[in-house]
Structures are given as C-alpha cells and as structure tokens.
C-alpha cells in the first residue's frame, strides 16, 4: 500500500528566504506525482503535475524535483512570500487510472 | 485546466439534519470524486462517482450515509445524511483534466465547510 510522507508538517521562514518541502512515498512504481496549495478552509489548488518520466518542473518560483528510484520529490519556492502562506499537499497517482494518494501536507508560514 | 463550483461554501447543521453539497464543472467529465478532509488531517476520498452508474464507495464510506447523484456530465451532489458532530470537515468535489494527453492531473472545488452542532 502506497503511503506519502511530507516533512516537515510545519515551516516558519522570513520573507525572502529559498525553501525546501519534502515528498517521500514508498512505492516507487507512479504514474506521475502532484503538488498542490491548501489555503485554510479551502480548496486545493494544483502547482505542478510531475510526470513519472520527469525529473522536474517549473512555474514560476517554484520548481518540483522527482527522484522516483529514491521515493522522493521536493519542491522548491524561491524568494518566498507572505502570500505563499499555505499548506502544501503533494499526491501520488500509482498508474494511469488510480486514485490520488495524499500527504498530510507541510503548513507553511512566511513572515513579512 | 478544469473550473469546478461548489454549493453551499459552508454551511452550519443541526444534528440528525442532512446536507446536500452540489458540485458543477465547466466541462464534461466521466468521473467526478467526492473528498472529506477533518480538521488537522489530509484528504480523504469518500466515492467516484460516474455518470450514469451507482457511485463507487471507499472503504469506511457507505450509500445510506453518503448518498450521490450523477444526473449527467458536468453535476454531482453529494447529501451527507443523519449528521452528527463527527461529520464536521470540508467536504471537496474533484475531477481529473487532461485525460486526452494522458496526463490525469487533479482538480478540486473550492471545498464545502460544514459544522454540526
């Protein structure tokens, strides 16, 4: 059974500052691999869609890794915001016509 | 990408009362799945439902408590049925995009906030 872990559940930064969130699933056998942004109380907006074939993704300041053989994805927010305060969820899709399975998410606080 | 509305955006319950979430999508979609996520946890997924067909049920999540409508391509509602305080959570509606390049991205709704009293 596939299980997703994000590190850390929790990130307090400065304004300005480059950061990582952490991905890891145990299966490494996906289809592809999805971040998305939780603001409190709604819904989740989509960040970047990794293909299994991929080894990143960019838009904008962030930017997704995947290491498949490691079980690992990170994304990258450069120049952080006040306005990137969020939860971040990262999901994992095991073949083309499976259910999402989801992370807990990393709750971010960025500090003006 | 896929545009997706939710009714009501929350709402506040009594006990023993039910709710009934709808869901629109701006463009047709075979599959359309229904979420809950409780306060302080991750996503879970509650059904599929298809258009045309009974909805397909996940473990833990049953017909009587959660009963779902498909009437066609881009609607869903979702009741949640005889609440109690543990059914409090935000209720989400999602669809996959982008089936026609193989790429199953996800999309979600802006959620359904509910409270019950």
Do not use: H
């Not at chain 1, 971040?35 to 409190?40: V, Y």
């Not at chain 2, 306060?39 to 779902?68: C, H, M, R």
């Not at chain 2, 066609?72 to 959570?89: I, Y």
């Amino acid at each position: 059974k596939q299980e997703v872990t994000q590190i850390p559940a929790a990130l307090s930064v400065p304004e300005g500052e480059n950061l990582v969130l952490n991905c890891s699933f145990t299966d490494s056998a996906i289809y592809n691999l999805q971040w998305f942004r939780q603001d409190p109380g709604k819904g989740l907006t989509s960040l970047l869609l990794i293909q299994s074939s991929q080894r990143e993704q960019t838009s904008g300041r962030l930017n997704a890794s995947l290491d498949k053989s490691s079980g690992r994805s990170t994304l990258y927010i450069a120049a952080s915001q006040p306005g990137d305060s969020a939860t971040y969820l990262c999901a994992v899709r095991r073949t083309s016509g499976s259910r999402l399975t989801f992370g807990e998410g990393t709750q971010l606080t960025v500090n003006p | 990408s896929a545009v997706i509305s939710q009714k009501p955006s929350r709402d506040i319950c009594q006990r023993g009362t039910s709710l009934t979430i709808q869901c629109q999508v701006d463009s047709q979609v075979t599959m359309m799945f229904w979420y809950r996520q409780q306060p302080g946890q991750s996503l879970t997924l509650i059904a599929t439902a298809n258009q045309g067909s009974e909805a397909t049920y996940e473990s833990g999540f049953v017909i009587d408590k959660f009963p779902i409508s498909r009437p066609n391509l881009t609607f869903s509602t979702l009741t949640v049925s005889n609440m109690s305080p543990e059914d409090s959570s935000i209720y989400l509606c999602s669809v996959e995009g982008g089936l026609a390049g193989g790429l199953y991205e996800q999309y979600f709704g802006p959620g359904t906030r509910l409270t019950v009293t």
